[in-house]
């Protein structure tokens, strides 16, 4: 019988707890992120920390200069910097998205290492 109330107490609290939450009582919950919008993309290749790169020639971006890193997007938008992939992932880039990558990759920790 102990058990059995027990259940009831339990059952009583569990239906409590959904009525709760199905009648919208609680507190909508906002994303807590400051990931850029394109981040995804570009995780792909270069991770989402900008440390696990797909290829051996596809660079680290984590921890490397934000002016650098914005710096080498405008140059494959303009032509400076001349790669298939690269230029066509920056084509799509608005100042805005290169400011919000460039901060956060260069936010993110440096595993960026020399060989000599
Ligand atoms: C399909 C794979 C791929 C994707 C997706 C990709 N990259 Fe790259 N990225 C590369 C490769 C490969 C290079 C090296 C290009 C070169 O040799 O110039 C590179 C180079 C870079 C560089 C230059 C780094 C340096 O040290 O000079 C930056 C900055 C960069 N990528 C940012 C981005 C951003 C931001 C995105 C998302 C919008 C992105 N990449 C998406 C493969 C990729």
Redesign the pocket.
């Known amino acids: 019988m102990k058990f059995i109330n027990f259940f009831l107490v339990n059952l009583v609290i569990v239906l409590a707890g959904f009525n709760y939450s199905a009648f919208g009582q609680e507190k909508e919950q906002t994303p807590v992120s400051d990931e850029p919008a394109?981040?995804q993309?570009?995780?792909?290749?270069?991770g989402i920390d900008g440390n696990k790169?797909?290829?051996p020639?596809?660079?680290?971006?984590g921890g490397?200069a934000a002016d650098?890193?914005?710096e080498?997007?405008k140059q494959?938008q303009n032509g400076m910097?001349?790669?298939p992939?690269?230029g066509a992932?920056?084509a799509?880039?608005t100042k805005q998205?290169?400011k919000e990558?460039?901060n956060y990759?260069s936010g993110q920790s440096s595993q960026l290492f020399t060989k000599y």
């Open positions: 394109k981040l993309v570009c995780s792909s290749c270069h790169s797909i290829t020639d596809t660079p680290k971006l490397q650098y890193l914005a080498a997007l494959y910097r001349n790669h992939i690269m992932m920056a799509g880039l998205d290169i990558l460039s990759f």
